[in-house]
């Protein structure tokens, strides 16, 4: 059965950090004004946002409609694809779509942070989705058991009496064309409707047809996990950042904005884990405590970059390219992704490099480097 998406955002400017929303496709429609939450009422755990029921004397810290009530909501009619267990649907691509999929990663994060459950019934295809696992056949075997059945059928002939010849006969398809899980009838693959489906080719079909509805919901996952663990912003980090013994003008800053501009919001997560031991940044800068300082060292030329996650603070040695800079910072927050390392590197028959940053590297863990490398290669606290 096909759902449709209603929710829409309406801004509210007279609050200091405003998210408000109406709720077009709640039961509580003309009750429910807004849900409103900011820095203040978050930094409260028990109190993740303030209710305001109209016509009603309500008003509660948590809403007397409760994130329960919110969940049985977003499973209504009007928002997902359903079998026994929702789906997001594949065909809500819109702009404000992703918005309205980002509010229920919201909502996961709230009900997370305030430790109340959400009545969620969503099929084991989202949540494992939602966790970066990989979807195999089991899964949509699981939840389109017709379409995987269907599949099946045009991969493997054998006993069924179909032939090359009454192919097209017995199945009812002529081009690479598969029904998603809203029910629409879509191209698997680029110019899909243009291929003709034939007794040779259909191994190629299924495998297309796998693909595409493995990751037909991708962009809606992608959506909700923003909602739940916003993007690492790099404007943030410059708000928070501090030089020592460099000027920001210098190139090699540039570089390095350039860089962490160019990584993915992956790579900014494990850079952030690289030089604070964290994964996510306050929404207001001003909720850091601590800045992020960046400090240019007289060491070898194109060396690995340092860290020290206690003072949230990076260490770069001189760099010929920025394509250099980025190589072996990437080298470094993918092979440097806690301070356990320095336990194995030490029984890996490694010895220390010889530093003379002594003075700053005092109570810190610093990182060894492999004997082969004779490389100089993170330090954590």
């Known amino acids: 059965c096909r759902r449709e998406w209603l929710l829409t955002f309406r801004p509210n400017p007279a609050l200091l950090y405003p998210v408000s929303l109406l709720f077009s496709w ?17 930094s409260v755990v028990s109190r993740a946002w303030k209710v305001k029921l109209i016509g ?37 691509l ?16 709230v009900a997370i942070r305030t430790k109340k459950p959400l009545d969620l ?14 979807l ?24 069924s009496g179909i032939t090359e010849e ?41 495998e297309r047809a796998l693909q595409y509805r493995l990751h037909e919901m991708d962009s809606q996952v992608a959506s909700v996990r923003e909602g739940t663990a916003p993007p690492v912003s790099v404007e943030t980090l410059k708000k928070l950042v501090r030089y020592r013994d460099i000027a920001e003008s210098h190139q090699l800053v540039a570089w390095f904005w350039q860089s962490l501009e160019e990584f993915t919001n992956e ?22 405590t601590q800045k992020f300082q960046i400090i240019k060292v007289d060491r070898p030329v194109n060396g690995l970059p340092t860290a020290q996650t ?39 028959n490694t010895e220390p490099l010889e530093t003379s940053d002594t003075e700053d590297l005092k109570g810190v863990a610093v990182k060894w480097a492999p004997r082969a490398l004779q490389i100089y290669s993170s330090g954590h606290c």
């Not at 819109?94 to 994060?109: E, N, P, W």
């Not at 990076?314 to 390392?341: F, G, K």
């Open 56 to 92: 009603e004397g309500a008003d509660d810290a948590g809403g007397s409609e409760d994130l329960v009530l919110c969940s049985l909501d977003v499973q209504s009619e009007d928002l997902v694809l359903c079998p026994d267990r929702f789906l997001l649907n594949p065909a809500a």
């Open 121 to 134: 019934h969503l099929a084991p295809w989202v949540w494992k989705q939602l966790c970066s696992m990989p």
């Open 136 to 159: 195999g056949e089991p899964d949509l075997e699981e939840v389109d058991l017709l379409t995987f059945r269907t599949l099946q059928g045009i991969l493997h002939l054998e006993n």
């Open 166 to 206: 009454n192919f097209h006969v017995m199945i009812p398809l002529d081009s690479f064309v598969a029904h998603s899980a809203d029910g629409r009838l879509v191209p698997v693959g680029p110019g899909g409707q243009n291929i003709s489906l034939n007794f040779s080719n259909r191994t190629e079909y299924v």
């Open 310 to 348: 206690c003072f949230f603070l990076l260490r770069l040695p001189p760099y010929t390219s920025q394509v250099v800079l980025a190589e072996r910072l990437r080298y470094s927050i993918h092979n440097c992704p806690s301070i356990d390392m320095d336990n194995y590197m030490l029984t890996h």
């Open 26 to 42: 709640s039961p509580f429609r003309f009750l429910l004004r807004g849900i409103v939450w900011g820095r203040q009422r978050l």
């Open 267 to 288: 790579e900014r997560v494990l850079f952030l884990r690289f030089v604070s031991g964290r994964s996510r940044l306050p929404s207001n800068p001003a909720d850091m």
């Open 94 to 109: 819109s702009k404000d779509h992703m918005v309205q999929f980002r509010f229920l990663g919201i909502l996961m994060a």
